[in-house]
């Protein structure tokens, strides 16, 4: 689905730059884009993302590209070459946002940096997704995705007690972080919109510009924001969260447990009134009808006592019929899915939950909705991952080069 028509949507009219690669920065330009932004994604020359070769791959190609691309229009710069610096500069003058996921330092080394802009376009937004921020001992340091989820607290309390602590199989914290980071522009828009508005171009006692500004996402803190209670109860208790497995540490019962035939479900009876539906549903109504069981905080001294009569129970019956039982009961249950469950299930399939697209060789491909669902201005895919450099000619002639110049700058390998 390479059709590109014009945007619709709430964000329809923004233009947004995107310099960085991977996954922080690229998810973060891709919610606007879903929603009508006009994304301009930068990449080198040679090979392009590297996010185009991981994981599974069409005609040398990632599936995950066609995501995490998606109506993105990308453009060729060696930014290793002054006129390719000074092209990136002309569309970050011209963006309303710019979306960035280098190292601290990269772009004031290309004079690309937020002052560099911000002195000549006041209206400057810029969103800078690192590892660690852009101040601190730590700024110049790598930090990955899986950085931050150490750092940020996430990985400690992931996993058993007795064993080392384990990841989520996906990359959590860059999304976690991408997630502030489209939050912070979407502040920094309103806030540029209600001073001013949009830079007119003039600088000077002609300057018409709102105010700009920095939003400076690390990626451990984005993690680190997620953490619940973990500060203040360390600060005033003493308490350090620690690794439960499968259970919800302080809020009980709250767990997952295996049926009959060795799947797994997940039990979160930790209303009070859920409890009491759970335990008759079980057939414990000794449980149900105890006074000291009534509330979470007379519950969690006795979590391993209601988990052992929870999973005996489950062990007595098969999925299926665990399901059944406690749904009728309303406690909420649930199987862990897998994506063939989720292909299957009505529940995604009613809310369309997967978009029928296909390559540009007439390949079938499904993709993942767009979500949030708006009532009044959804998102939409108009065109899949691009291929590299595929939009160089109508972005580059849109900032007034001629055919001549841009087919000089493909022989320079300027683009």
Known sequence: ??????????????????????????????????FGAEVIKVESPDGGDPLRRWRVLKDGTSLWWSVQARNKKS???????????????????????????????????????????????????????????????????????????????????????DRPPVRVGISIGDSVAALHGVIGAMMALRHRDVTG??????????????????????LYESVFNLMESLVPEFDHAGVVRERTGGALPGIVPSNTYTTAEGENIVIAGNGDAIFHRLMKAIDRDDLAQDPGLVRNDGRVPRTAEIDA???????????????????????????????????????????QMFEQHAFEDGTPVKLPAITPKMSETPGQTQWLGPR??????????????????????????VI
């Open 388 to 413: 590299l450099g595929q939009h160089n000619q109508e972005v580059l002639s849109g900032l007034g080069y001629s055919d001549a110049e841009i087919a000089q700058m493909t022989a320079d390998k």
């Open 75 to 161: 453009i060729t710069l060696n930014m290793k070459q002054e006129q390719a610096r000074e092209i990136a500069k002309r569309l970050a003058l011209d963006a309303d946002i710019i979306i960035e996921n280098y190292r601290p330092g990269v772009l004031e080394k290309w004079a690309l940096g937020f002052e560099d802009l911000k002195a000549i376009n006041p209206a400057t937004i810029m969103v800078r997704l690192s590892g660690y921020g852009q101040t601190g001992p730590l700024k110049d340091l790598p930090g990955f995705g899986a950085i931050g989820e150490s750092m940020g607290g996430l990985r400690y309390v992931s996993g058993h007690a």
């Open 1 to 34: 689905m390479q059709s590109q028509a014009k945007a619709h949507g709430p964000l329809a009219g923004i233009k947004v730059l995107e310099l960085g690669t991977l996954i922080a920065g690229p998810f973060c330009s891709r919610m606007l884009a879903e």
């Open 309 to 351: 009569a929870i999973q005996a129970w489950c062990s007595g019956h098969d999925i299926e019929t665990a399901l059944q039982i406690l749904k009728a009961a309303d406690v909420p249950v649930g199987k862990i899915y897998s994506v063939r469950d989720m292909m299957s299930d009505p529940q995604f399939l009613a809310r």
């Open 197 to 218: 508005g949009r830079w007119n171009g003039k600088q000077g006692d002609a300057c018409v510009a709102g105010q700009g500004q920095m939003v400076d996402v690390a």
